[in-house]
């Protein structure tokens, strides 16, 4: 619902000269076929090219109809039609950097032209240049001040700034100029949605449509609104009326669909039936066109499994699929490609971007284009992760892309698609031949439908609040338009029921749906100081919420789902009612998985009936609260690598049946059939683990190297411990250790949230964030730190280390000039890679990549790189690797004196830096400061265990000091981390025969 900024100003343009209509004709007909063939035969007439290129772009030939209006502009430079025609097409290519530069073009021959001053504000605020975007429509208004669009084009770059007041001014404006402007109306609607005046914005999107009603989002945005609003049914209809406008709006169809979901009007037979017109409407016309699947039919190879999705950022999606996907990687026999979908990237991203082998961003590939990428991957089984949810790729799914293609997680109900051939489930959400005629699909059963990993930032269970108060608190956190006014009327039963319980009402998005939600209890007779409401917060502080509740209260028909399984972590059970649809049994589903069979109600009688119940025992609640951590860790949701494994086996079922050539039929999955079976028991076995314990070997195994036993048991204990501060910390470096930056950033995160406090952790994170690419964020985090009086040296050299990041990005020399300089490198060109990295610096004097190349390129010939390793030192003064690397260049050169100044200059900028304590205690041992190396060294192993090199130095220096049991511990040490070093074999050997003991360690010194 972002404000769309006007363009469509009437054109105010130039007339070429042109050549005779007979002529123009010849030369259009023979160049639309092949302009590149023709272009050399067309006479110079800069309005032949001219049209040719409108002709061209309107046929979709983007590149031909580029080159023909790049033609007319060298035949007539002053040409401002055929500078607007190229910068037109390459604003709607997405190149707006081109684009603002082929419009500011065209002002140069005519500043006051209206239209070029809009196109130019577009660019620029398409590109998010939004103050050069208000100076061009400021200008606009300079030259036509009751010009509607300058006004409702001020008022978006207003809006995109944050300052709402003068931009609802701007559009009111637009509005006085032209009451049927349909942009400024959308606008403005969208700014009183965001201002929570929701009634004010169904108005203006209602105008929006009046006016324009091929506007899509303002269809969108009416219906969504609706439906915020608990107005259902009118959601439903808004969604109909725009699909009668516009039957190929098949995102509009999706949306009433989810609609229909959430209706409790709608019986199952009629909700089937809808989803099957989707089918019909936008995969009949495609199945002729369907591809002959050419995947070779061998029951036991690899399979490629395809996974699309729009929800793989900070999304209960990717908390879902998420874990899976990390067991599912230790499946030999499969490969997974992701086509990822996201209009957010974020760290969720980039973690799952480091756990798949293939990954694709497709959410600007047109559904054909993103079939034909499927196809060309060789996929075997496309699994879909959205279904009729926002962003989804189901008209793509609808071309058949892959031989077998499955819906799972996403949206509970059928796509309506014959070409999906599995819907991914359980037996507690779809009971056998319960479900199965609402599912174009076939029912594939897992061990559970989805797994449940909790929060790192969730607080530990507080004791019930009944047992203070005396009375029962019911509660709700589910999203707010799942309440209708029929499940107000079914919460005020149950308590005019139970008159000395209380509700809190939690997750509420607004004021104004807080006061209709309190209007409907006033109507039931509920009165106000029996109820409490809060607006939607952060998740730590609604995962807190809890502890004011005894008993949460399920919506209907949609019921809960993942706030059903935070509200069990938290200790929290769930009343539910089960229904006749997939929606309407989530919630009784999971409630199902952990036993608790008594707060699941069969209609709205019983509901009552066990509330009831449920309210007058108290310490039964009290006991079970204790309890429900383990039960949902000892039930299938909670064991993610079990799910894997039913997933695996039944991947490798349903293609075994396609290669037989059976048709896809309903079954259940045997996890103990995969060959991720083993790691699954293994993983339950975990969940009884001593945390204490287990910690203290976690650590012994870490330091000695043992990082596979390391792994299991961090993991093990964050099983147990979501939060625990320590195992998430050490994880996060051990995935660093191992070369993982990526997947380290989760564990870091939550050791830090876990003890804000704990400087080392803020640390660590943020060198996490950096190794990762992310120094803004970074650099966000320590300066939060700071802030909050963690002001020390480590905080102010970290956070040096990130700014300079920060300036190298702005300074950064482009991708590919960068990449030209990594192919010389690998090809061994130095010479070649010095001239080019001589150009770098000359181009870009302020870029420590350059002269880092330059440096490197002149090493790497044994030529003098000292003076470029000056000059990076120069440039970013409080970088501590600047002086480390310039260190190592003086120690290359013989000058340990020089060395020893830099590297002191490093650890003075940052104090933790492991490899400039390494190469300083090197230093010293050259110029025989032993006790000094020996120093150094040691700090360099403590601060990084896994520093292989350090270890061996550490070690050489003790055995030249007679310090043999020491030098005998840190060669081992050394070994560990790198086994098949055959000199630190020898090197052991020696120290270990100087002890005597050569042979009964059986180490060779041969």
Avoid at 46 to 70: C, F, P, T, V
Avoid at 112 to 126: D, F, H, K, M, Y
Avoid at 167 to 174: G, W
Avoid at 469 to 488: E, P, Q
Wanted: aromatic share 6%.
């Amino acid at each position: 619902m972002r404000p769309k900024f006007a363009s469509s100003v009437p054109p105010r343009q130039r007339q070429l000269p042109s050549v005779t209509k007979r002529q123009a004709d010849q030369a259009i007909d023979a160049a639309l076929a092949d302009y590149q063939a023709a272009q050399a035969t067309l006479p110079a007439d800069a309005a032949i090219h001219l049209s040719i290129g409108m002709a061209l772009q309107a046929m979709d030939k983007l590149a031909d109809a580029e080159a023909a209006y790049r033609h007319a502009v060298r035949l007539s430079p002053s040409s401002l039609q055929a500078w607007s025609k190229l910068a037109e097409l390459q604003a709607r290519s997405g190149r707006h950097d081109e684009a603002i530069a082929s419009y500011q073009a065209a002002l140069a021959l005519d500043a006051s032209n209206v239209q070029t001053l809009n196109e130019l504000g577009n660019a620029l605020q398409a590109a998010g240049r939004l103050d050069e975007a208000m100076a061009a429509y400021r200008q606009m208004q300079a030259i036509a001040p009751e010009h509607a669009h300058a006004h409702n084009n001020i008022g978006s770059v207003l809006q995109a700034q944050g300052q709402i007041e003068q931009a609802v001014q701007h559009y009111r404006r637009a509005l006085a100029i032209d009451p049927h402007f349909a942009s400024a109306h959308f606008n403005l609607g969208t700014v009183q949605l965001l201002l929570e005046k929701l009634d004010d914005s169904l108005i203006h999107f209602s105008h929006t449509i009046e006016n324009d009603p091929q506007f899509y989002a303002a269809h969108n945005n009416l219906s969504a609104t609706l439906s915020k609003l608990g107005r259902i049914d009118e959601a439903v209809a808004a969604c109909r009326h725009a699909i009668g406008i516009n039957p190929a709006w098949n995102e509009m169809y999706s949306n009433m669909l989810f609609a229909l979901t959430h209706s409790a009007g709608t019986d199952p037979a009629t909700l089937f039936r809808e989803h099957q017109g989707y089918g019909e409407q936008f995969e009949t016309p495609l199945r002729a066109l369907w591809p002959r699947h050419r995947n070779l039919p061998d029951p036991q190879r690899v399979l490629r499994i395809g996974i699309v999705s729009a929800d793989l950022n900070n999304h209960a999606m990717a908390n879902f699929i998420t874990p899976v996907l990390e067991n599912l990687m230790h499946a030999a026999r499969l490969e997974v490609v992701v086509y990822c979908n996201n209009k957010v990237n974020d760290h969720i991203t980039a973690h799952l971007r480091a756990v798949v082998g293939r990954w694709h961003d497709v959410q600007d590939l047109p559904d054909d284009a993103l079939a034909q990428l499927i196809g060309q991957d060789g996929i075997d089984i496309l699994i879909d992760l959205s279904g009729h949810t926002g962003y989804n790729r189901l008209p793509a799914f609808a071309r058949k892309p892959a031989p077998l293609q499955a819906t799972w997680m996403g949206y509970p109900m059928t796509t309506g698609l014959q070409s999906m051939d599995y819907y991914l489930t359980d037996r507690h959400f779809s009971p056998p031949g319960l479900l199965d005629d609402q599912f174009t699909e076939k029912l594939l059963l897992l061990p559970a439908c989805a797994p449940y990993v909790p929060s790192p930032e969730a607080p530990a269970i507080s004791p019930a609040p009944a047992l203070a108060s005396g009375h029962v608190t019911f509660g709700s956190f589910n999203r707010a338009n799942k309440i209708s006014r029929d499940v107000v009327a079914r919460w005020s039963g149950l308590l005019r029921a139970v008159p000395s319980a209380s509700m809190l009402v939690a997750g509420m998005p607004s004021e104004q749906i807080t006061q209709m939600l309190r209007g409907w209890f006033e109507q039931e007779g509920i009165a106000a100081e029996r109820l409490s409401f809060h607006a939607v917060t952060d998740i730590q502080t609604y995962l807190a919420m809890h502890r004011l509740v005894d008993v949460c209260v399920d919506t209907w028909p949609y019921t809960g789902g993942t706030t059903t399984l935070h509200a069990l972590w938290m200790g929290v059970p769930t009343l539910t009612m089960v229904g006749q649809t997939l929606p309407s049994r989530v919630g009784a589903a999971i409630l199902g998985h952990l036993d608790l069979a008594q707060f699941i109600a069969q209609d709205q009688a019983d509901f009552i009936r066990k509330g009831v119940a449920i309210a007058s025992d108290i310490a039964g609640l009290a006991r079970l609260r204790t309890t429900m951590r383990a039960r949902l860790n000892n039930s299938a949701a909670g064991q993610p690598a079990l799910i894997a494994a039913g997933l695996e086996n039944a991947l490798r079922t349903m293609w075994q049946r396609w290669c037989a050539g059976l048709p896809a039929a309903a079954f259940e999955a045997d996890p103990a059939q995969s060959s991720l079976a083993q790691r699954a028991a293994s993983m339950k076995a975990l969940h009884s683990v001593n945390v204490d314990t287990a910690l203290v070997l976690a650590i012994e195994h870490h330091q000695a190297g043992r990082f596979v036993e390391a792994e299991t048991l961090y993991l093990a204990i964050i099983h147990r411990q979501p939060q625990h501060a320590i195992a998430n910390h050490n994880m996060g470096l051990l995935a660093g250790q191992l070369g993982y930056p990526d997947k380290a950033l989760p564990y870091l995160r939550a050791a830090m949230l876990s003890e804000p406090g704990e400087v080392q952790f803020i640390l660590s994170y943020a060198q996490g964030l950096l190794q990762s690419a992310q120094a803004a964020a970074a650099a966000e985090v320590l300066e939060n730190a700071i802030g909050r009086g963690f002001d020390t040296p480590d905080m102010q050299a970290a956070l040096a280390r990130a700014q300079r990041a920060l300036q190298e990005a702005v300074d950064s020399v482009p991708d590919a000039s960068a990449s030209h300089i990594a192919e010389l490198y690998h090809a061994g060109l130095h010479a070649e890679m010095e001239l080019a990295a001589h150009a770098l610096v000359a181009q870009y004097p302020a870029a420590v990549f350059a002269w880092s190349v330059l440096g490197t390129a002149l090493q790497l010939q044994g030529k003098d790189a000292v003076p470029a390793l000056e000059q990076i030192v120069q440039l970013a003064p409080g970088d501590a690797q600047a002086h480390g690397n310039l260190g190592n260049a003086w120690q290359g050169a013989g000058n340990h004196a020089a060395a020893i100044a830099c590297y002191l200059r490093a650890l003075e900028l940052d104090p933790g830096f492991a490899e400039v304590h390494g190469n300083l205690g090197s230093a010293r041992h050259a110029t025989g400061d032993m006790a000094g190396a020996a120093a150094s060294l040691r700090e360099a192993v403590l601060i990084d265990p896994g520093y292989a090199l350090a270890h061996a130095n550490l070690a050489t220096v003790l055995a030249e000091t007679g310090d043999l049991p020491g030098a005998a511990e840190h060669y081992r040490l050394a070994l560990a981390l790198v086994p098949d070093d055959a000199q630190l074999h020898r090197e052991l050997g020696a120290v270990l025969q100087r002890q005597g003991l050569a042979q009964g360690d059986g180490f060779s010194t041969t």
